[in-house]
């Protein structure tokens, strides 16, 4: 009898949880997501406890594991933000439908090196975490890898594949695609470049466009050149 009553209370503690406290446990639960963004932003992964979460938003440790399940589980909800925001902006990076493989290249490269180097705000904390992610992987690398950036390869490997009439699992394929991503991540903001080359931060949008018309014609011309390489 005891033991069912405790049972009853408990259960009606979380029903009040669910229920009438429901403003004040999304409130808790806005509060840890808030701060694990900004931590997990600063510092990576690794470097980030459930203490310093639930200290920073001002809440129980328990809380993390009632909302997410544990450390990882809060982890891969900030990162699922993240990668709907990319998501959101993943059409911007598309040439209209049935333009030939030159342009696509070429508006790929023009929208995504001026995003890249002006990116403020929420676009900001986005990239710092994926910066992070690729220096320290986490469990979740895999799946972040497939759901944030492989779109974009794909999309890149499929316009220089038709420029080299040739299967998208050619390495030289994967060769052109990596040159091409690796020009423009150069214009991804960090403290290292802008002490390294200083000339090369505070860039005008005009000069932006016209590095990423340089990036863009660089490429097409290095894919001809590779085309006249045997299929392999």
């Known amino acids: 009898?005891?033991?069912?009553?405790?049972?009853?209370?408990?259960?009606?503690?979380?029903?009040?949880?669910?229920?009438?406290?429901?403003?004040?446990?999304?409130?808790?639960?806005?509060?840890?997501?808030?701060?694990?963004?900004e931590l997990f932003t600063e510092r990576g992964y690794r470097r980030v406890t459930v203490r310093d979460i639930c200290r920073a938003a001002q809440a129980n440790v328990a809380a993390v594991s009632y909302?997410?399940?544990?450390k990882l589980g809060l982890y891969r909800e900030v990162v699922g933000e993240a990668i709907g925001v990319l998501r959101q902006s993943e059409?911007?990076?598309?040439?209209?439908?049935?333009?030939?493989?030159?342009?696509?290249?070429?508006?790929?490269?023009r929208v995504f090196v001026p995003a890249l180097a002006t990116s403020q705000g929420r676009e900001t904390w986005i990239l710092e975490l994926l910066r992070?992610?690729?220096?320290?992987?986490?469990?979740?690398?895999?799946?972040?890898?497939?759901?944030?950036i492989m779109p974009r390869l794909r999309y890149l490997s499929a316009a220089v594949a038709e420029l080299l009439g040739c299967p998208a699992t050619d390495p030289r394929v994967g060769r052109c695609v990596i040159s091409i991503q690796s020009q423009c991540l150069f214009f991804l903001p960090n403290r290292f470049r802008s002490v390294a080359f200083p000339d090369w931060d505070g860039m005008t949008r005009a000069?932006?466009?016209?590095?990423?018309?340089?990036?863009?014609?660089?490429?097409?011309?290095?894919?001809?050149?590779?085309?006249?390489?045997?299929?392999?």
């Open 91 to 109: 059409p911007t990076i598309r040439a209209p439908e049935g333009s030939p493989p030159e342009e696509r290249i070429r508006h790929y490269v």
């Open 132 to 148: 992070h992610e690729m220096q320290d992987p986490t469990p979740l690398a895999q799946w972040i890898a497939e759901q944030s």
């Open 1 to 37: 009898m005891k033991r069912a009553r405790a049972e009853r209370r408990s259960r009606d503690r979380l029903r009040a949880r669910a229920g009438g406290g429901r403003t004040r446990d999304t409130a808790t639960r806005d509060r840890l997501l808030q701060a694990a963004r």
């Open 207 to 232: 000069e932006l466009g016209r590095m990423a018309d340089h990036i863009a014609e660089f490429s097409l011309a290095g894919i001809t050149r590779a085309a006249e390489e045997k299929c392999q």
């Open 67 to 70: 909302y997410f399940g544990d």
